[in-house]
């Protein structure tokens, strides 16, 4: 049975209009998969360092949550002799909710649970905290400090998309 809702305009694919060349993704979400050598271990630094919850698990894999969500992250056993680096995920930003302060706490809580931090950035956008999850996965926790995104785009675009060093003192709680 079809709903005519799900019905698209005959001419929609025609070429005359463009057809499917016009088509662009509307992401609503977004969910990360990870290849980790333990899941079970790697869901427990998540549950610890990022706050998340366990939403499902099976013999090969642990799925978390930020709590919005059924899953945000998807950690999946790795292959015998995996190994961390090379090619593939440069690293995941995680903007947080909350100003400058905010990002220095989080700042202090990566230190204080030990967890690698790689380095402290202005994208003179926001500013970023990047730091490796046990298997060497690079995240990044960002405040946005310019939230008008036209203007976001231009200021990357004329500073040639900025990651400088920047001193940010952890705040501790």
């Known amino acids: ?13 025609s070429p005359d209009t463009g057809g499917a060349r016009d088509v662009r993704p509307r992401v609503r979400r977004t969910h990360l998969s990870l290849f980790v050598r333990d899941p079970e271990v790697s869901a427990r630094w998540y549950e610890d360092v990022l706050g998340m919850e366990v939403t499902a698990r099976g013999p090969q894999w642990v799925f978390l949550s930020y709590g919005r969500k059924h899953h945000d992250i998807a950690l999946i056993r790795a292959e015998d002799g995996a190994r961390p680096g090379g090619i593939g995920l440069q690293h995941y930003g995680l903007e947080i909710d909350g100003d400058l302060d905010e990002l220095r706490r989080l700042y202090g809580m990566l230190l204080d ?18 730091f490796t999850d ?10 946005e400090t310019v939230r008008d995104d036209e203007e976001g785009k231009r200021i990357l675009s004329e500073h040639n998309a900025p990651s400088e060093p920047v001193v940010l ?5």
């Open 1 to 13: 049975m079809t709903n005519e809702n799900d019905m698209t305009n005959e001419n929609a694919l």
């Open 134 to 143: 046990p298997d060497g996965n690079r995240f990044e926790f960002f405040c």
């Open 113 to 130: 649970k030990d967890v690698p931090v790689v380095k402290t950035t202005d994208h003179k956008v926001g500013f970023g905290v990047y």
């Open 169 to 173: 003192d952890p705040l501790y709680t």
